[in-house]
């Protein structure tokens, strides 16, 4: 069975600086998703990333990107000039391509912002 | 474009009562997942549907615990007798087809069992 860990409960970064969270994961499959989904204190699981295990190249949305490295099983999201809004905990999350199968989760970081 | 829909946002009932939560997924959606988001255990899944057809329901915790789908637009997850650890946010989520879609989660439904 796949496992995500997340080995920051917390981190903090001032804002309009940049920070990375990290991700490791374990799996025999050689191709997958891997997702980092954000979460604020309203509940919403909010997308904010994704990647395609089978794509060197490392995916990048605006203010974030990732740092993918599948020979360590390495999926770290870094979060470029740090806003208030992106206070919030952040979920590292794997998905086979076996099929439309459910995400295994990481336990999150929590993220705060200072001002 | 409407997005996963669940309710009631929050419920709060005494031990032993029966629960139900309700999910409507993104219309064309073909997959359905429940979710449950927990301190201790973080998020877990519970069951998920293809096509209103349960295909992994090892997630779920005990028999107090059961999930529907009985048409394309409409889930719902049902707890009864519900105890006080059953007290969590539980998610919805779809997503279409293959793979490559996301999955898009509900605000979630905010248990308290007192």
């Known amino acids: 069975a796949q496992t995500v860990t997340q080995s920051q409960p917390e981190m903090s970064v001032q804002e309009a600086e940049t920070v990375t969270l990290s991700c490791t994961y374990d799996?025999?499959?050689?191709?997958?998703?891997l997702f980092w989904y954000k979460q604020p204190p309203s509940r919403q699981m909010i997308l904010v990333i994704r990647?395609?295990?089978?794509?060197?190249q490392n995916a990048t949305e605006n203010r974030f990107s990732v740092n993918f490295q599948k020979a360590a099983k390495s999926f770290s999201l870094k979060i470029s000039d740090s806003q208030l809004g992106d206070a919030a905990m952040y979920f590292c999350a794997y998905r086979s391509v076996l099929g439309n199968t459910p995400l295994v989760f990481g336990k999150g970081t929590r993220l705060s912002v200072i001002a | 474009d409407a997005g996963v829909i669940q309710s009631p946002r929050h419920e709060v009932t005494e031990m032993g009562q029966e629960v139900t939560l309700r999910c409507k997924p993104i219309?064309?959606?073909?997959?359905l997942f429940w979710y449950r988001q927990t301190m201790m255990r973080g998020l877990e899944l519970l069951i998920y549907f293809n096509n209103n057809v349960p295909i992994d329901d090892s997630g779920m915790p005990e028999d107090r615990f059961s999930a529907k789908m009985p048409n394309a637009s409409f889930s719902t997850l049902k707890i009864q007798p519900s105890e006080p650890r059953d007290s969590a946010v539980y998610f919805c989520?779809?997503?279409?087809?293959?793979?490559?879609?996301?999955?898009?989660f509900g605000d979630g439904t905010r248990l308290s069992i007192l």
């Open positions: 990647q395609e295990a089978y794509k060197q």
């Open positions: 219309s064309g959606h073909d997959y």
């Open positions: 799996t025999s499959e050689s191709d997958y998703y």
């Open positions: 989520a779809s997503s279409r087809g293959q793979a490559l879609g996301p999955q898009h």
